[in-house]
């Protein structure tokens, strides 16, 4: 069987990370792009292609492709998880964050798509799996840029289901609830910081915080070759958030 292929964004630390992880654990031969280097997930992956790249810049978007390409020869599956999430009160969102949310969030997963989509469509089929979040429905007080960004990403998701369909490539999204990454540690797991992960489990239909790996299930049955009729969909993975 011809080896499938994946790249993740975002994916130095975190849930890119665990992502990365995991497909390779499946065989797939894995590149992962972040702003940084990956030394963490290059320890844990068997050739693992590093790719320093910001995915708000398309000329760095085209040379980290080029790469892929050498290394690979085909592209299967990209999974667009990098991502910006500021905590700030409505007031003090300046418009330079707000576009810079944007950007990060919903620009550059459509940029990503945009680029990948030759590869795919030469390989014959693919699998595009946007990161988008529970804050969607629960809708965070403090995270306005973000939600705004991720429902855009929704939004994206289905269009290019639409789209891109015809190529069989699916596009699907997945919208986790707070999970236990370093970041969200920093940023929203302080309780009383607009909300913490003791008030997230109150509003949870089940027990316990969200680890990184609680996602990994649901990626793997997306990118699935048996997947092919799940597109344009959000698959909530948030233990049954209801509530903010
Ligand atoms: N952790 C959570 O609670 C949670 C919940 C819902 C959704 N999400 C989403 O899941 C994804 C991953 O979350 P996480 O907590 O693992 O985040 P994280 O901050 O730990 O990791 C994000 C990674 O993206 C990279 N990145 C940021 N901007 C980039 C850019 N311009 N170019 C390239 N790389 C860039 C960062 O360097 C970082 O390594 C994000 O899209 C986030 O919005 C996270």
């Given at each position: 069987m011809?080896?499938?292929?994946?790249?993740?964004?975002?994916?130095?630390?975190?849930?890119?990370?665990?992502?990365?992880v995991a497909l390779a654990g499946r065989g797939y031969r894995v590149a992962g792009l972040d702003l940084v280097p990956q030394r963490e997930t290059a320890d844990r992956?068997?050739?693992?292609?590093?790719?320093?790249?910001?995915v708000t810049d398309e000329a760095q978007i085209g040379g980290a492709l080029e790469r892929v390409l050498e290394q690979f020869g085909t592209l299967h599956v990209l999974v667009n998880n990098a991502g910006a999430d500021p905590?700030?009160?409505?007031?003090?969102?300046?418009?330079?964050?707000?576009?810079?949310?944007?950007r990060v969030n919903l620009e550059a997963p459509f940029l990503m798509a945009r680029a990948v989509l030759p590869y795919l469509k030469a390989a014959g089929r693919g699998r595009i799996v946007n990161i988008a979040s529970a804050a969607v429905p629960t809708a965070p007080p403090t995270r306005?840029?973000?939600?705004?960004?991720?429902a855009g990403l929704i939004g994206l998701t289905r269009a290019l289901a639409s789209a891109l369909g015809p190529y069989d490539i699916t596009v699907?999204?997945?919208?986790?609830?707070?999970v236990r990454t370093r970041t969200a540690e920093r940023t929203?797991?302080?309780?009383?910081?607009g909300g913490g992960f003791e008030h997230v489990r109150?509003?949870?239909a089940v027990p316990g915080t969200q680890?990184?790996?609680?996602?990994?299930?649901t990626l793997l049955y997306v990118v699935d070759e048996g997947s092919g009729f799940l597109t344009g969909q959000t698959l909530d993975v948030a233990g049954g958030s209801a509530c903010w």
């Open positions: 011809e080896t499938r292929t994946a790249l993740v964004t975002g994916a130095a630390q975190g849930l890119g990370q665990e992502f990365a992956i068997l050739d693992y292609v590093e790719l320093v790249a910001d905590e700030a009160d409505v007031e003090d969102i300046t418009p330079e964050e707000w576009r810079r949310v944007m306005v840029a973000y939600t705004a960004s991720k699907n999204a997945i919208a986790p609830g707070m929203g797991g302080a309780v009383g910081s109150a509003h949870q680890e990184p790996c609680d996602l990994v299930s």
